[in-house]
């Protein structure tokens, strides 16, 4: 086989050692994933492979650059998405993507989208009134959202931040755990509290909770309101019914905002009912101002291991799927 060889350059030796990483490990990911041979010389990275892989290596590290040049920190999970990205052809434009400020945290910190899917649905967010964010954990759907409910409040376009989830357990049974409805979702309605707090700062937080401008409670307590100048959320919507999301987007007044987190492989309602989240963007899809991004384990940005773990159990089940259409 013809090796094909192709030099990637830095601007200099600080931008170098940002691309190869600590011990060269951004350049062994690339390495690993490519199938490339590649050996440093001055500023630069000389690669060696087949035509295929060593066009790969150049656009995965090409995108590493541009990120790197434009202020961007670059971790193993960015590079196996940069990876990711380069293999579908879409990785220009990649520090556009991920330099946009969504928000900044009580402490300074800037949040920022981490993938292009991610981009899409904070992007949709802005332009739509009811958005339906729908992706595997990890994917960052309840967290951005937040940060953009934070952000509008901030900048005074809403008045309250509201967000619900149902009362339904996964696998656990809230009818054994003590204390009233409110105090037995508590425990479920944690992630919104924490990222709540990290965006506000915890006195603050404890005085817009105090005052009622924040609100986070159980989907049942929605019923028979108007929700007017609100940015609402309703996180795991997978787990509500037809009706409760028919009452639930109903509650939307003037000047209100609304989004809709779930993931449509973790449903935890009994056999039988079908999910309010599956129906909803069903039949909403055509209406002006509702739009659905779906987000996939590409946009996983936990553990690197989190979008192996997602793709793993994607794959489990479009092998079901298959098995099962062939007995039928």
Same mark, same amino acid.
């Given at each position: 086989?013809?090796?094909?060889?192709?030099?990637?350059?830095?601007?200099?030796?600080?931008?170098?050692?940002?691309?190869?990483?600590?011990?060269?490990?951004?350049?062994?990911?690339?390495?690993?994933?490519?199938?490339?041979?590649?050996?440093?010389?001055?500023?630069?990275?000389?690669?060696?492979?087949?035509?295929?892989?060593?066009?790969?290596?150049?656009?995965?590290?090409?995108?590493?650059?541009?990120?790197?040049?434009?202020?961007?920190?670059?971790?193993?999970?960015?590079?196996?998405?940069?990876?990711?990205?380069?293999?579908?052809?879409?990785?220009?434009?990649?520090?556009?993507?991920?330099?946009?400020?969504?928000?900044? /945290?009580?402490?300074?910190?800037?949040?920022?989208?981490?993938?292009?899917?991610?981009?899409?649905?904070?992007?949709?967010?802005?332009?739509?009134?009811?958005?339906?964010?729908?992706?595997?954990?990890?994917?960052?759907?309840?967290?951005?959202?937040?940060?953009?409910?934070?952000?509008?409040?901030?900048?005074?376009?809403?008045?309250?931040?509201?967000?619900?989830?149902?009362?339904?357990?996964?696998?656990?049974?809230?009818?054994?755990?003590?204390?009233?409805?409110?105090?037995?979702?508590?425990?479920?309605?944690?992630?919104?509290?924490?990222?709540?707090?990290?965006?506000?700062?915890?006195? /603050?937080?404890?005085?817009?909770?105090?005052?009622?401008?924040?609100?986070?409670?159980?989907?049942?307590?929605?019923?028979?309101?108007?929700?007017?100048?609100?940015?609402?959320?309703?996180?795991?919507?997978?787990?509500?019914?037809?009706?409760?999301?028919?009452?639930?987007?109903?509650?939307?007044?003037?000047?209100?905002?609304?989004?809709?987190?779930?993931?449509?492989?973790?449903?935890?309602?009994?056999?039988?009912? /079908?999910?309010?989240?599956?129906?909803?963007?069903?039949?909403?899809?055509?209406?002006?101002?509702?739009?659905?991004? /779906?987000?996939?384990?590409?946009?996983?940005?936990?553990?690197?291991?989190?979008?192996?773990?997602?793709?793993?159990?994607?794959?489990?089940?479009?092998?079901?799927?298959?098995?099962?259409?062939?007995?039928?």
């Amino acid at each position: 086989m013809e090796l094909t060889k192709s030099i990637v350059e830095a601007d200099s030796l600080e931008e170098l050692q940002k691309l190869l990483g600590t011990f060269d490990e951004n350049l062994s990911i690339v390495v690993r994933e490519t199938g490339v041979s590649a050996a440093v010389e001055g500023t630069g990275i000389r690669l060696s492979g087949d035509a295929d892989g060593v066009a790969l290596a150049e656009r995965v590290l090409g995108g590493i650059l541009k990120l790197i040049r434009a202020g961007e920190s670059v971790d193993k999970s960015r590079i196996v998405y940069c990876i990711e990205l380069a293999r579908e052809g879409g990785i220009d434009g990649i520090e556009q993507v991920m330099s946009g400020v969504v928000a900044v /945290t009580s402490r300074g910190k800037q949040i920022k989208c981490k993938t292009v899917g991610q981009k899409k649905y904070v992007e949709a967010i802005k332009n739509n009134t009811v958005v339906f964010g729908v992706g595997p954990a990890g994917t960052g759907k309840t967290y951005l959202a937040v940060c953009l409910a934070v952000s509008a409040f901030k900048g005074k376009q809403v008045e309250k931040i509201i967000l619900t989830r149902p009362a339904v357990e996964a696998g656990e049974k809230l009818g054994f755990l003590p204390g009233d409805l409110q105090t037995k979702v508590d425990p479920y309605l944690r992630p919104l509290y924490d990222a709540l707090q990290e965006m506000f700062g915890l006195e /603050t937080y404890a005085k817009l909770m105090e005052k009622g401008t924040i609100e986070v409670a159980p989907l049942a307590y929605m019923r028979g309101r108007t929700l007017s100048n609100a940015f609402i959320i309703l996180d795991e919507a997978q787990n509500t019914t037809i009706e409760q999301m028919k009452m639930f987007l109903t509650r939307m007044g003037d000047g209100s905002k609304v989004v809709v987190t779930g993931d449509v492989t973790q449903i935890d309602l009994p056999a039988g009912k /079908t999910s309010g989240l599956k129906h909803a963007i069903g039949i909403l899809r055509n209406i002006e101002g509702v739009e659905t991004v /779906t987000l996939t384990a590409k946009d996983v940005v936990r553990h690197p291991l989190v979008m192996e773990i997602v793709r793993a159990y994607e794959h489990e089940g479009a092998r079901r799927e298959a098995r099962e259409g062939k007995r039928k």
